[in-house]
Nanobody
């Protein structure tokens, strides 16, 4: 099992940017696809971005054009660059494989508010 630790969240104004990091305790090389998920209050957790071992990416319509996912095997880390943030992006963000076969980390809170 890979342990996942998310970081980089915070409070940001609408239109701002944040870069989230997901550090894995073990190698992520063998994981076919890694994803970033988010869960807003009262809503189900949803997949917002994924990246395959080959580097192909997919995004939820709500974040397409604003978020960019990347992964670096050298340090077993997956990143999520979030630009032009909107209040509706407010949520706890998690990373996991896609499908999410590993234990969930604690996530990192992103709050977009003026």
């Amino acid at each position: 099992q890979v342990q996942l630790v998310e970081s980089g969240g915070g409070l940001v104004q609408p239109g701002g940017s944040l870069r989230l990091s997901c550090a894995a305790s073990g190698s992520i090389f063998s994981i076919n696809a890694m994803g970033w998920y988010r869960q807003a209050p009262g809503k189900q957790r949803e997949l917002v971005a994924r990246i395959t071992r080959g580097g192909s990416t997919n995004y939820a319509d709500a974040v397409k054009g604003r978020f960019t996912v990347s992964r670096y095997y050298a340090n077993n880390t997956v990143y999520l660059q979030m630009n032009d943030l909107k209040p509706e992006d407010t949520a706890v963000y998690y990373c996991n494989a896609d499908p999410p076969v590993h234990a969930w980390g604690q996530g990192t809170q992103v709050t977009v508010s003026s």
